[in-house]
């Protein structure tokens, strides 16, 4: 953040200063109290259970819509008021700022981007699912004088919310990864999406540039919303491509990423197949930012961590592999996603094991969006599907239209009752994919099969309480 007392903080969003208007907020903005900083703003927000001003005490400064007992700035509308600073602060920055958005792989994306620019200059970029109207000012509002790289992932819940964003923060380099059915439920349609997801590169001034996937239509169709050049990227006849795609027994992709007639191998130690078109994308727009394409390619393949629950593999001590991709979930990245565990399943001659939850935000296309899944586990062989909660039904139909899948589709009302029969059922020789949407948060199943003991000990079996059990087809796997 830079250093700005209250005073000047109410000048900016048009607020009034209840207490010392002399006080120096010179860290970041923050909303969760827990998460307090020294030299913060804490933005207190009314939400539907919690009321942030109740949590004020002991804060440096605070913004919110009331006075509370530390020194405040009182504006009409925090969340408002908290774009407003972000928009003041990202102008006196001297930083080029990146967006991204899309379907899928805007955070692998966003993740690829920042470890290329780091060795060039200090970079800030998004964290967890900082990538609304609260994440993105949050974000800005983390860079300091010396910030020359801010990377921002936008999402879009509705026509014109990625337009207000870029207005907060205006980007000089935008990229669109795809247009899928995600949120589909509050679009309606494809086409909807994809407006909503072009609002980014109509931002674009026109000395920026725009960054589109060459291998999506609708991406590509959005080249005639900008005045700024356009880089694609993906297919052959794209301006940013790959070759030689070999992926190895954990999922990991190796290729040589082309630009320009010049070419340097590349090695994703992130399992997924889709992980490369991630890259790409990444490295268009850092081509784009004068990054040469031989640090492009060193640092994609140094890149050894990427965001938490996205494709994230570990291997218990018995050897067990499971793989945690429980941050959120539509159909197209679902399907990715069970690529990959066939993958390592084929590799590694291990038994693979989906446990799928439900995909929110899919509107009258959630049956349908689930079935698609089901029949994807099918066709790739996957050998059993743990399917949770009656919203994610549709999976097991999809399932069963697969003629020659041979595999156990097992029903769970809830994620204990699903993690009890994998604790008991799944073997040191296997691989387990978990998956769903955020607000399933089936992590938890992941955790617990990572360390069994714990959730034992937190979920005791009463005395006579009989074991889990799992609507099945009367196998056991």
């Known amino acids: 953040m830079l250093a700005m007392t209250l005073s000047r903080i109410a000048q900016v969003v048009g607020g009034q200063v209840v207490g010392d208007p002399d006080v120096v907020v010179d860290a970041p903005a923050y909303i969760d109290s827990r998460q307090a900083v020294p030299g913060g703003l804490f933005v207190a927000i009314v939400g539907e259970h919690v009321d942030g001003h109740d949590y004020a005490d002991g804060a440096h400064a605070v913004l919110g819509s009331r006075a509370t007992a530390a020194p405040t700035v009182v504006v009409r509308d925090p969340v408002v008021a908290l774009g407003k600073l972000a928009a003041h602060v990202i102008r006196r920055l001297d930083a080029t700022v990146f967006a991204v958005t899309g379907s899928q792989g805007k955070t692998g994306t966003k993740d690829y981007l920042a470890r290329m620019l780091a060795p060039a200059g200090s970079t800030v970029a998004t964290t967890s699912n900082n990538n609304n109207e609260l994440g993105v000012p949050l974000t800005v509002l983390r860079a300091h004088p010396e910030t020359r790289f801010l990377v921002l992932e936008m999402g879009a819940r509705r026509i014109g919310h990625i337009k207000y964003l870029c207005e907060i923060a205006p980007p000089h380099i935008a990229a669109v990864t795809n247009v899928g059915t995600a949120h589909i439920g509050e679009f309606g349609s494809r086409d909807s999406i994809a407006f909503a997801k072009g609002e980014i590169v109509a931002a674009l001034p026109e000395d920026g540039t725009a960054v589109l996937n060459g291998g999506d239509p609708l991406v590509a169709a959005m080249a005639s919303r900008t005045r700024a050049r356009v880089l694609t990227f993906g297919p052959d006849d794209a301006d940013v491509s790959e070759r030689g795609a070999e992926v190895d027994d954990l999922g990991r992709v190796s290729f040589e990423i082309g630009y320009a007639d010049e070419w340097h191998p590349v090695h994703l130690r992130q399992s997924g197949l889709h ?202 796997p």
Not at 291 to 299: G, K, Q, R
Not at 316 to 327: E, M, P, S
Not at 366 to 395: K, P, T, W, Y
């Open 275 to 476: 992980q490369a078109q991630n890259a790409l994308a990444a490295a268009t727009m850092a081509l784009a930012a004068g990054v040469p394409l031989a640090d492009i390619a060193s640092a994609l393949t140094a890149t050894t961590t990427t965001s938490p629950m996205r494709m994230e593999m570990h291997e218990r001590a018995d050897g067990l592999i499971v793989v945690n991709d429980a941050y959120n979930a539509n159909p197209a990245s679902t399907k990715a996603a069970l690529e990959s565990l066939s993958v390592i399943g084929r590799r590694r001659h291990r038994r693979t094991i989906a446990v799928l939850g439900e995909m929110r935000e899919l509107g009258r296309e959630s049956f349908q969006g689930h079935a698609e899944v089901g029949r994807a586990a099918g066709r790739l062989g996957i050998e059993v599907v743990v399917v949770i909660g009656e919203a994610a039904a549709g999976v097991v139909e999809g399932l069963e239209k697969v003629i020659a899948w041979t595999g156990d589709a097992l029903v769970a009302e809830d994620r204990d009752e699903a993690i009890g029969w994998l604790l008991e059922n799944v073997l040191p020789e296997d691989v387990v994919l978990v998956k769903a949407s955020h607000g399933v948060e089936l992590w938890e199943v992941a955790d617990a099969l990572l360390d069994p003991d714990a959730w034992r000990a937190e979920h005791p079996v009463e005395p006579g309480e009989a074991e889990s059990e799992v609507e099945g087809d009367g196998s056991t």
